[in-house]
């Protein structure tokens, strides 16, 4: 099932401008609906502005990870000196 957002999550996550959300709303009032897959909204958006859109989808790359793990190892080992 493909990913779901809102304007709100453009503005909000993906960072861009109320004003431009808004005005891109209203250009496209007769094909937008509260919510619409990503693939969706992308085809409504300009190219230039897709950044925000997978940006607020969380599919532009970007990400946030502990950096926890773990391994083992026997702790053996060798010098020269």
Do not use: N, W
Not at 11 to 16: D, I, M, T
Not at 52 to 69: E, I, P, T
């Amino acid at each position: 099932m493909e990913q779901v957002i809102t304007a709100d999550d453009v503005v909000r996550l993906g960072g861009a401008c109320f004003d431009g959300v808004g005005t891109l709303v209203r250009r496209h009032a007769k094909k937008i609906a509260a919510a619409m897959p990503v693939s969706e909204v992308l085809e409504l958006v300009p190219a230039k502005d897709h950044r925000y859109v997978l940006k607020a989808a969380q599919a532009d790359g970007d990400g946030d990870g502990s950096g926890d793990g773990y391994g083992d190892g026997s702790g053996y080992g060798y010098g020269d000196g």
